[in-house]
């Protein structure tokens, strides 16, 4: 049972590259997040889905794109890459809107 | 303008004794709440929860309260154990939102 799974791990940009985070879960869960995790600041959302070809903007959405075509998939993408995305990001999904967040292990981003 | 605080970014306790883990939030809206445990390399779990119809939920050594009228919560584990030893984050959520609201975590340390 995989639960939520992001891939890459890690991965170290140059400035302006670009560059695309997958998130897939097999819980059939309708909910997906993108969270960055920055020291001393928490968990702050950059954008979420509420279903299948659905996507919204979180918290701090600027500079990253997302794609929910599939129900099991959301994509983070980012299309010029600056060192202030430098950051840990999480995937999570949930079955309801009132329900438990599952998180994947984080993808470790590093920009230069 | 942050809509939840976890005043003390770090807490050491020995083993045996209680944590108490505390937010603050200043969203009336909000109406559910949760605790999330985060170990290094690891993405956050889902720990405790409680309904803002509830004052107090307990699971196991694990206990929050809630305190409506002053909008604070806690979390109380007795006893702690070294393998508690983690960042635990709160989340709120409410007022027909799908998006929780982390606070910036706060960084537990059980001494043997």
Redesign the interface.
């Known amino acids: 049972n995989a639960g939520?799974t992001q891939t890459p791990k890690f991965r170290v940009l140059k400035t302006g590259q670009s560059m695309t985070l997958l998130c897939a879960q097999d819980m059939n869960h309708e909910?997906m997040?993108w969270?960055r995790q920055d020291p001393?600041?928490?968990?702050?959302?950059i954008h979420?889905s509420?279903g299948e070809g659905t996507t919204a903007k979180?918290e701090v959405p600027d500079g990253y794109n997302v794609s929910r075509l599939k129900k099991q998939n959301f994509l983070l993408g980012l299309e010029s890459a600056a060192p202030s995305q430098t950051s840990v990001y999480?995937c999570?999904s949930s079955y309801s809107?009132?329900g438990?967040?599952?998180?994947?292990?984080?993808s470790r981003l590093t920009v230069l | 303008d942050q809509q939840v605080k976890q005043n003390s970014?770090s807490l050491s306790v020995q083993e045996g004794r209680i944590s108490i883990l505390n937010c603050d939030y200043t969203n009336s809206m909000f109406d559910?709440f949760?605790w999330?445990k985060k170990y290094p390399?690891?993405?956050?779990?889902?720990l405790i929860?409680i309904s803002s119809i509830k004052d107090k939920n307990e699971d196991g050594r694990f206990t929050v309260f809630l305190n409506k009228s002053a909008k604070h919560l806690s979390l109380h584990i007795v006893p702690s154990q070294p393998g508690d030893s983690a960042v635990y984050?709160c989340?709120p959520?409410g007022g027909?939102?799908?998006?929780?609201?982390?606070?910036?975590?706060t960084k537990l340390t059980v001494n043997p």
């Open positions: 939520v909910y997040y969270y001393g600041m928490g968990l702050r959302l979420y509420v979180g999480f999570a809107r009132a438990e967040l599952f998180f994947g292990e984080g | 970014p559910y949760l999330y390399a690891e993405g956050p779990t889902f929860s984050f989340a959520k027909g939102s799908e998006k929780l609201v982390f606070g910036k975590g």
